[in-house]
C-alpha cells in the first residue's frame, strides 16, 4: 500500500509540474512583437499601414487578425478587424504588415489604435 501511495504522489508531482511548464513562454512570445503605424493620404482615401515584427528570441505564432478602432476628436467613430489567414508563424526579426483603408473621412483630427496579439500601435493624423 505504502509503494502505491508514493506512486501516485509521484505521478501527481509530476503532472502538475509539466502543465504549468508552458506559462511563462506564452507571455514571452505575447510581448515579442513591436507595432507600427504609417498614414498615407492618397485622394479621398486614408490607407493605414501597419507593421508588427517579432522582436523576441523566438518564433511566434499569432492566431486571428488585427483589430483597430478609429477615433475623431478623441471619441470612437468606427471599431472592426482586419481578418487573416488562420495562424502567422514570425520568425525571429519578421514583420507582418497590412492594411485598412477608409474612405472619405471627414476632415478633422484622427487617431488609430492597432491591436495584435496584445501588442498596440498608435498614430494620429488630420484629414483636410
Given at each position: 500500500m505504502k509503494v502505491v501511495y508514493t506512486f501516485l504522489m509521484i505521478i501527481i508531482i509530476v503532472?502538475?509540474?509539466h502543465s504549468n511548464s508552458k506559462a511563462p513562454d506564452d507571455t514571452?512570445?505575447?510581448a515579442g512583437l513591436k507595432g507600427?503605424?504609417?498614414i498615407d493620404n492618397i485622394g479621398s482615401d486614408t490607407i493605414v499601414n501597419y507593421s508588427f515584427t517579432n522582436q523576441s528570441e523566438k518564433k511566434i505564432t499569432v492566431i486571428g487578425g488585427a483589430k483597430y478602432i478609429l477615433l475623431k476628436?478623441?471619441?470612437v467613430v468606427e471599431e472592426g478587424s482586419v481578418p487573416i489567414k488562420d495562424y502567422i508563424d514570425?520568425?525571429?526579426g519578421e514583420d507582418y504588415k497590412d492594411k485598412k483603408i477608409f474612405m472619405n473621412l471627414q476632415p478633422g483630427s484622427?487617431?488609430?489604435q492597432v491591436n495584435w496579439n496584445k501588442t498596440t500601435a498608435f498614430a494620429e493624423f488630420t484629414v483636410n
Amino acid at each position: 500500500m505504502k509503494v502505491v501511495y508514493t506512486f501516485l504522489m509521484i505521478i501527481i508531482i509530476v503532472g502538475c509540474t509539466h502543465s504549468n511548464s508552458k506559462a511563462p513562454d506564452d507571455t514571452i512570445a505575447a510581448a515579442g512583437l513591436k507595432g507600427s503605424v504609417r498614414i498615407d493620404n492618397i485622394g479621398s482615401d486614408t490607407i493605414v499601414n501597419y507593421s508588427f515584427t517579432n522582436q523576441s528570441e523566438k518564433k511566434i505564432t499569432v492566431i486571428g487578425g488585427a483589430k483597430y478602432i478609429l477615433l475623431k476628436d478623441n471619441k470612437v467613430v468606427e471599431e472592426g478587424s482586419v481578418p487573416i489567414k488562420d495562424y502567422i508563424d514570425l520568425e525571429v526579426g519578421e514583420d507582418y504588415k497590412d492594411k485598412k483603408i477608409f474612405m472619405n473621412l471627414q476632415p478633422g483630427s484622427y487617431g488609430i489604435q492597432v491591436n495584435w496579439n496584445k501588442t498596440t500601435a498608435f498614430a494620429e493624423f488630420t484629414v483636410n
